[in-house]
């Protein structure tokens, strides 16, 4: 739960500008730190998936990867925090204007359909970080 964490703590870094995305405000550090996440996910699990066999069983079990791979897990999961605002600050739009800012930075990285397939588990966000949107 990397991409979860990492968005909220990017969040409430204290010289994240308050301004908008749509206002012209693009965070470019925090979508440096985005991207590399991102990126280093979606290499994990291509170097297992090379890997093959007991190597590669053990890898996915540890990273939590399923044969769908991390693209489908991390942009189910980015939808999901999308439907839920900062449990720390319920006010605040930082955690979604992130969380876009990440689905943008992971779209150019799926190489094919095949690996948006729906995530076969179920996606929990962590609570202290994570409440539901209010309807």
Do not use: W
């Not at 170097?47 to 007991?54: I, P, R, V």
Request: with cysteine; proline share 6%.
């Amino acid at each position: 739960y990397l991409v979860p964490c990492l968005v909220h703590l990017l969040a409430h870094q204290p010289d994240l500008p308050t301004r908008r995305a749509s206002e012209g405000e693009n965070f470019p550090e925090q979508q440096h730190a985005l991207d590399g996440a991102l990126t280093a996910l979606l290499q994990t699990r291509g170097a297992a998936a090379s890997q093959g066999g007991q190597a590669q069983s053990a890898s996915a079990l540890a990273s939590g990867a399923h044969a769908t791979g991390n693209a489908s897990l991390v942009f189910h999961m980015l939808e999901l925090m999308g439907k839920h605002v900062d449990a720390l600050r319920e006010r605040s739009e930082q955690v979604g204007v992130l969380g876009n800012i990440a689905l943008v930075l992971l779209s150019p990285k799926i190489r094919s359909q095949a690996q948006m397939s729906a995530y076969p588990g179920r996606i929990y966000l962590p609570r202290s970080l994570y409440a539901a949107a209010p309807a």
